[in-house]
């Protein structure tokens, strides 16, 4: 499902994410019960389904409780016993086959004490399409998303303690594969018919499997026309179920996929719990700037219980037990306050009311959130496990939401040959804000809500982009500088880019004034001084004491004094002994006035580092 729709010309619908249904569950683990051990076995190995070689290795997952006494793993491969490898640890039991053809049957025993106490058989058939997923793409585009996607969603596990995800082939073909053919067939998780010829398999875990990933545990979270890597996992960490797979510390490998619409699909994988634990919320705790609102667009639809859809509420809050899936969750009350302990209105959404897992708690908003507030979260609960005594999995915790306008991203999406807005807002939308882009006193465009009417063509250069937002009760106005002619990473994407935007008042906005001096060189000193030699765009003789100054890292004036050396293309600026320290400076020369001999028309900028 696309973003954005345009009814008329100059009128455009904006429809927010829309992310399919998220995968990662233990898919449904059986426990055998018996006096002395318990069996635990999925209903099928991998691979099944199709697979891309003819030496793919074969695994199934059975672990046993105790394995101190007489047992046996067994693996036939089309009728014939194979010397599979069985990993206690892991309970995987793998074999590397070889020269297959067509379709193939695997069954797996488990013998304990010489009784068959488990068998289960499932077949898979090699693939003669040899089939390329890359063939036909930009590698360079899908490299960059990858790169990116990845660095956000370590950004996001780093603060949530979870493990870092590492780039795994396997899943990247996977991950890409299926992003081809929801370009081709049908949006959405499933792929419907083997006939094809884009097909690797119906579900995740079959599409895995077919490019030879070995672990069982697998997941994906898609969302479509999105500009590139970062957007698309800030999106999916939006949508709480998509959200959990990104949380998921049992993951530890990934993959991503991307196509020219912009559909970006990312694939996970990891060992499972293998009887650990852990309870993750987010926002976390004592995180700040939090967004305030949540367009609710999410498949499954998280307020289908409360018959509510597409609409705008308070940002989704996020508990979540990761542990065995045998574990019971059992959530005893849920609440949200604000900083005066008023309990807000949510939606609420508990295991016993959950047909998409039951390892969480969703509390959502009935209203956009306050900006620049804390809030207090408080979930209390209780785990029981399959085989032992309950235990307390309760958490309250607090966040701050944003306090001010602010934007991660500023981009154009071609609907229908006009270039549409899109802002990228990071404290949370409002959708009621008024914005307009002008230049020159003119206005170009106008946005109220969803809604677009475009004013005047858009070109390349300088705009000013004017926020007024009733939510946050404040007027903003940015700089954007507008750039025509790039090619856009995906067909959607508009021929012009935004290659540069800040507010209008920043400390970068003061920066822009003056253009970066690449002549020259600079030398921080023994003695604490800085020497700036000069290029032939200056005259030497008429740059004085009021016209450089340094200014640190946020915009405070740094005193100095100047000292010139003898044949005048140096001056050496002497900082004051006290009252500055290591880090990022710019030494500034000011525009000078014209008068006879001038060489300089425009001020110059010099980004320099202090390091003791």
């Known amino acids: 499902m696309s973003k954005h729709r345009i009814w008329i010309v100059v009128v455009l619908m904006l429809f927010v994410l829309s992310p399919g249904v998220v995968y990662g569950d233990e898919d449904h683990a059986v426990a055998v019960e018996s006096t002395s051990y318990t069996i635990s076995y999925h209903e099928k190995g991998s691979p099944n389904g199709l697979v891309p070689t003819a030496s ?92 990116d996607a990845l660095q956000r969603a370590n950004e996001y596990r780093e603060r949530l303690g979870a493990p870092m995800l590492k780039r795994n082939d396997q899943l990247k073909s996977a991950a890409q594969a299926h992003a081809n053919y929801i370009q081709s067939y049908t949006k959405g998780h499933y792929e419907s018919a ?90 976390y705790a004592n995180q700040e700037d939090v967004p305030v609102s949540w367009y609710a667009y999410e498949s499954p639809n998280p307020l289908r219980f409360f018959n509510q859809d597409k609409v705008w509420t308070g940002y989704p809050i996020s508990y979540v037990y990761y542990g065995p899936s045998s574990d019971e969750l059992q959530v005893d009350n849920v609440e949200l306050t604000d900083e005066s302990g008023e309990v807000v209105e949510s939606y609420t959404i508990t295991p016993d009311m959950e047909d998409e897992g039951d ?82 006193g003119q206005v170009y465009l106008e946005k109220k809500g969803n809604t677009q009417r475009n004013v005047r063509s858009l070109e390349s250069g300088t705009y000013q982009l004017k926020v007024d937002s009733p939510h946050f009760d404040q007027e903003e106005t940015y700089t954007v500088k507008i750039q025509s002619g790039d090619i856009a990473h995906y067909e959607s994407g508009s021929e012009l880019s935004v290659t540069n935007f800040y507010q209008s008042d920043s400390l970068e906005a003061l920066y822009q004034k003056y253009p970066i001096w690449e002549a020259g060189e600079s030398a921080y000193g023994a003695h604490k001084e800085w020497t700036i030699s000069f290029n032939t765009q200056v005259n030497r003789s008429s740059v004085n004491g009021e016209q450089i100054f340094i200014v640190n890292s946020i915009g405070e004036t740094i005193a100095t004094s100047l000292k010139r050396n003898g044949r005048g293309d140096s001056i050496t600026v002497m900082p004051p002994e006290k009252g500055y320290s290591n880090g990022e400076y710019r030494l500034i020369i000011k525009p000078l006035e014209n008068t006879d001999g001038l060489m300089m028309d425009s001020g110059l900028q010099m980004p320099f580092t202090v390091q003791s």
């Open 56 to 147: 793919p290795v074969i695994s199934y997952y059975v672990k046993l409780s105790n394995y101190d006494l007489a047992y046996d793993m067994e693996m036939l491969l089309n009728g014939e016993k194979v010397s599979a490898s069985y990993n206690e640890e892991s309970g995987m039991l793998t074999y590397q086959a070889k020269g297959l053809s067509g379709e193939n049957t695997v069954t797996v025993r488990s013998v304990v004490h010489g009784v068959k106490q488990l068998e289960r058989t499932w077949s898979f058939e090699v693939d003669r399409r040899n089939l390329n997923p890359f063939a036909s793409t930009d590698e360079s585009v899908l490299s960059t998303v990858e790169d």
């Open 194 to 283: 083997s006939h094809e010829d884009l097909f690797t398999g119906k579900k995740p875990a079959q599409r895995t499997a077919f490019f030879g990933y070995p672990k069982w545990f697998v997941g994906e979270g898609i969302t479509y026309q999105e500009p590139g890597g970062q957007a698309s996992i800030d999106h999916l960490f939006d949508a709480p179920y998509h959200r959990m797979s990104l949380m998921n510390p049992f993951y530890n490998e990934a993959g991503t996929g991307y196509n020219d619409e912009g559909d970006f699909v990312m694939n996970f994988g990891g060992e499972g719990s293998n009887g650990e634990h852990h309870v993750i919320q987010y926002p």
């Open 359 to 440: 390892h969480h708690v969703f509390i959502i908003p009935h209203d956009k959130l306050s900006p620049g507030e804390e809030y207090k979260a408080s979930v209390q609960a209780q785990v029981t496990p399959g085989d032992g005594e309950a235990f307390d999995v309760s958490r309250t915790w607090s966040f701050t939401t944003g306090e001010n306008i602010a934007f991660k991203d500023i981009y154009f999406e071609d609907q229908n040959d006009i270039h549409f807005l899109t802002l990228e807002w990071m404290n949370g939308e409002d959708p009621k804000a008024q914005i307009t882009l002008e230049k020159n």
